[in-house]
């Protein structure tokens, strides 16, 4: 059974204090406590979160795959009237335009 280890860390920058609390249940990887979401690589070495930096890597991977493929089962076929109204101000009419994310094309 693993045990949660939860702690807080601080990054000073300049005159300012930030203090964010992580925790992890395999002493590899660990997760913002206000969101439960794998702590950025970047982050951890500025607050020193000791990681393991491959562990932690994949785990970053893994939630963004999972958040992804949520988002793109959450996308509607085709977008509502305001947004193909929005998006023929802003491109124009008869435009091409590609959800980056999803792959999808509509035209304006």
């Given at each position: 059974?693993?045990?949660?280890?939860t702690?807080?860390?601080?990054k000073?920058?300049?005159?300012t204090?930030?203090?964010?609390?992580?925790?992890t249940?395999?002493?590899?990887?660990?997760?913002?406590?206000?969101?439960d979401?794998?702590c950025?690589?970047?982050?951890?070495?500025?607050y020193?979160?000791?990681?393991?930096p491959?562990?932690?890597?994949?785990?970053?991977?893994a939630?963004l795959?999972?958040?992804?493929?949520?988002y793109?089962?959450?996308?509607?076929?085709?977008?509502?009237p305001e947004?193909?109204?929005e998006m023929r101000?802003?491109?124009g009419?008869?435009k091409?335009?590609?959800?980056?994310?999803?792959?999808r094309?509509?035209?304006?």
């Amino acid at each position: 059974m693993a045990i949660r280890i939860t702690r807080e860390f601080i990054k000073i920058d300049g005159r300012t204090t930030f203090r964010s609390t992580a925790y992890t249940d395999d002493g590899k990887v660990w997760l913002w406590e206000s969101n439960d979401r794998p702590c950025p690589i970047d982050a951890c070495r500025e607050y020193g979160i000791p990681i393991n930096p491959a562990a932690q890597k994949a785990a970053i991977d893994a939630h963004l795959d999972a958040f992804l493929t949520a988002y793109r089962a959450a996308q509607p076929a085709t977008p509502s009237p305001e947004e193909q109204y929005e998006m023929r101000a802003a491109f124009g009419p008869g435009k091409q335009i590609v959800d980056v994310i999803t792959g999808r094309k509509w035209t304006t």
